[in-house]
C-alpha cells in the first residue's frame, strides 16, 4: 500500500472536506442569507465578527464545485448585508428604538404605522424565500478568480 493512503476501520470513504472563514460588519445577517442555499454536506454558522461555513464532500471535484458556488452566494450576501445597512434598514446587529415622533401641536392620539425596523422584524422572523441564488437562467456570468 502506498504510503499516501489511509485506511479507514469503520469502511468510511475519505471526504474532502474546507472550512471558509469569512468577517462581516453583520455576521448574522450574512448568515442568514446564506443558509437557504446550503446543501446537506454545509453548515454554515457565525463566531463572533465571522461566519463560518464547512463543506464537505465526497470528492475533490464537488467540493471544488461547491466552493465556487459558495463564493457566489458569499457575494450576493455581502451585497444583501451592504445595501441593508446603506438602506438604515435595522437588522439584529445594528436593531435600534425609533426615534420618537415629532412633536404636533394637535392633541388627537396617533395611530400606530409599520416602520421600517418593523419591515426588517417581520421579514427575518418569516422570511420569504425567492429561490437559490445560482439559478442557472440568470444572465449574469461571475469570475471567482478575482
Known sequence: MPAHTTTNTDDSLERATATIRTSHDD??????????DNTDEMETVTDGDSVVTRIERESTSGLHSTVDDYVV??????????????A???????????????????????????????????????????????????????????
Not at 455576521?27 to 437557504?36: N, T
Not at 426588517?120 to 478568480?145: L, M, W
Request: net charge negative.
Open 73 to 86: 452566494n458569499l457575494e450576493v450576501a455581502v451585497d444583501v448585508a451592504r445595501t441593508a445597512r446603506e
Open 27 to 36: 455576521p448574522d445577517l450574512v448568515a442568514r442569507a446564506l443558509r437557504p
Open 88 to 146: 438604515g434598514v435595522a437588522t439584529d446587529a445594528t436593531a435600534q428604538s425609533p426615534a420618537p415622533p415629532a412633536s404636533s401641536s394637535s392633541s388627537a392620539p396617533s395611530t400606530p404605522s409599520t416602520s421600517n425596523a418593523d419591515a426588517a422584524d417581520e421579514q427575518r422572523d418569516n422570511p420569504t424565500d425567492t429561490g437559490t441564488v445560482s439559478d442557472t437562467d440568470t444572465d449574469n456570468t461571475h469570475d471567482t478568480n478575482e
